[in-house]
C-alpha cells in the first residue's frame, strides 16, 4: 500500500476535510512524471494519483487518475488514463460491510462527482461512490457508441433510494443540471427512487 505523499499533496487532501486516516487508507499518492506518465498512456508532469484499485503487481493500481501539479495546455489538472474509459470511484475505504451495502438495494446510495467528495462522504459514514465527471457515467464503446459505464450494470437498482449530489455550479451551469436529469433519468428506469440534491456555493447559507 502507498505511503508516499508529498506535503503539498497532503495539503490538498486535508483541505478538503479529510483525515489523516482517510488519506491513508485511500492510497492515495504522489508520483513524478515518468509514474504518472506510465499509468495514464500519454506524456505528462508529476502529480497526486488517485487509485481506483489495488490490483496490480505489490498493491498498484491498474486503473488510476491522476491530479498533475500543473495543469496542461487545456487548463485542466485532472487526467484519465487513455483508452481505457470512464470507471467508477469506489473509495478504497470501503470496509467488506460497506461492499455489502453497495449491493443491498435496500441501503441508500450517494452519487457524486469527484474521488475526494466520495472519500469525504465515506469518512462521515455515508454509502457513497463517485464518477470522475458529471457526464462521466457514459463511456464510448469500441465502435464510438456512447454507453453507459459497465459498473451501472453491478449495482442493484430496483426500489433504490438514490442521491445525486453533483457539484454547487449546477445552479449556474446548464450543462451540469443536463448531467443530473440525463443521470436521474437512467437510474428511475432501472427502477431506483431518485432525487437531486444541491450543494451550497462556499459562502452561501
Known sequence: MYVRLSDAHAADLTASGLTPETILASGIYS????????LLG??????????????????????????????????????????RGNHLYVPLTFTRDDGAALMDAGRPLIL???????????????????FSGVRSWRMRDEGGASVTIPELDLIPWTGRRVRIVFDSDAVSNPDVRAAELALARELTSRGAV?????LPALGAA
Not at 112 to 130: R, S
Not at 194 to 198: L, W
Open 112 to 130: 457524486t462527482e469527484g474521488e475526494k467528495k466520495a472519500l469525504a462522504a465515506w469518512q462521515a459514514g455515508l454509502l457513497c461512490v463517485a
Open 42 to 83: 500519454y506524456g505528462v508532469g508529476p502529480g497526486m494519483v488517485l487509485p481506483y484499485d489495488r490490483a496490480g503487481e505489490n498493491g498498484t493500481p491498474t486503473y488510476a487518475r491522476v491530479k498533475l501539479d500543473l495543469a496542461g495546455p487545456d487548463g485542466k489538472r485532472y487526467r484519465s488514463p487513455k483508452g
Open 194 to 198: 431518485v432525487t437531486i440534491t444541491r
Open 31 to 38: 508520483a513524478n512524471g515518468a509514474e504518472a506518465s506510465a
